[in-house]
């Protein structure tokens, strides 16, 4: 899979530290979603944009 373009897309982190895990999802303006997790590779993500952004496990968060 060719990594997409994150440009302008939204990046989240679970709300509660730490995931299990750890990493970030990003909502692309698509509404594609993608998973990074700490230390591994990125990947298409199974959890949806709408959940990412309307439940309280999920935080917006700043790219940085």
């Known amino acids: 899979m060719e990594a997409p373009d994150l440009t302008g ?3 989240y982190e679970a709300a ?7 990493g970030r999802w990003y909502v692309l303006p698509d ?4 998973f990074l997790p700490t230390g591994g590779e ?10 990412l ?9 700043s790219e940085g």
């Open 9 to 11: 897309a939204t990046v």
């Open 16 to 22: 509660e530290r730490p995931s299990i895990g750890g």
């Open 31 to 34: 509404d594609s979603t993608y």
């Open 42 to 51: 990125l990947r298409q993500s199974l959890i949806t944009a709408h959940t």
């Open 53 to 61: 952004r309307d439940r309280p496990a999920w935080t917006e968060v």
